[in-house]
């Protein structure tokens, strides 16, 4: 991602139910498959569109182990300006990770490798990147009904994170970035409300050259396999895009999305 993971996208996969219901007296099975696919309003990523404020389509698919570790594949559509390049029209997310539970704490650590396939090279040939790696660890507890997150995410030093990409021969740069999240479900019925608070430090590529909040408040409801989100969010940066759109505007994403 240009600005990584509001990942929709990532969010419906961790939380996908298997497809195939098991028998009561079977074991558990060692793997498991869950995939979901999306059409969201605006494709938002640490609250900055990748789509010029247009409908995106993502989906992606989850293979999990009993002992906890996992990897993942998630891909969206998005709009050429996410790379210095200004070729790109999809992401696409390598993931993998380990999640485990103790004392009520769920600890998750993993990495994610965002590709954006179809790039051209730089002005200087290859030295010019798109793709970022981005290690990230995350804590969650149950407060009652509500599900408190913390994230960290930390991308080391690389020439993609370069405001230039390596096209210029700029230095290469990191990023970091910390994010809270609420959530809870509304009892007896299909509701479940959300909400977000996350800051970027840069200057890097996915910091938009310089550092910045997000944040967002949410809401979905469920019918059978199919979500229905809407969110409100909205950003103090600015960005913005060649068709002279602010990316970073505050606004309101909608979603439909299916899980299998």
């Known amino acids: 991602m240009r600005f990584s993971k509001l990942m929709i996208g990532v969010c419906a996969l961790a939380g996908a139910t298997p497809a195939f219901a098991q028998d009561e007296t079977e074991p558990a099975p060692e793997i498991t498959v869950s995939g979901s696919a999306a059409v969201v309003s605006d494709y938002r990523f640490r609250g900055i569109s990748q789509t010029d404020g247009n409908f995106a389509v993502q989906a992606g698919i989850t293979v999990s182990h009993a002992s906890g570790f996992y990897a993942s594949v998630w891909g969206s559509s998005v709009d050429d300006y996410v790379t210095v390049h200004g070729s790109a029209n999809q992401e ?12 009520g704490v769920t600890f998750d650590i993993g990495a994610v490798y965002y590709l954006y396939p179809g790039t051209k090279p730089g002005f200087t040939g290859d030295v010019s990147k ?9 804590v969650s507890y149950g407060i009652g009904p509500v599900t408190a997150k913390a994230t960290f995410a930390y991308a080391p030093k690389q020439t993609s994170l370069a405001l230039d990409q390596g096209q210029l021969g700029g230095p290469k740069q990191d990023n970091a970035y910390l ?21 970027t430090w840069g200057p890097s590529w996915l910091g938009i050259g310089n550092e910045y909040t997000d944040w967002s408040l949410g809401a979905s409801a469920t019918w059978k396999s199919l979500t229905f989100g809407v969110q409100y969010v909205d950003t103090d940066g600015d960005y913005i895009t060649p068709s002279g759109k602010n990316a970073s505007k505050g606004g309101v994403v909608g979603s439909v999305s299916v899980s299998f």
Request: hydrophobic share 40%.
């Open 179 to 199: 994010a809270g999240d609420l959530s809870t479900s509304i009892p007896n019925t299909p509701i479940s409300l959300t909400a977000h608070l996350g800051h």
């Open 92 to 103: 696409i997310d390598l993931i993998a990770g380990f999640k485990t539970t103790s004392g």
């Open 130 to 138: 798109s793709s970022i790696f981005e290690p990230y660890a995350a």
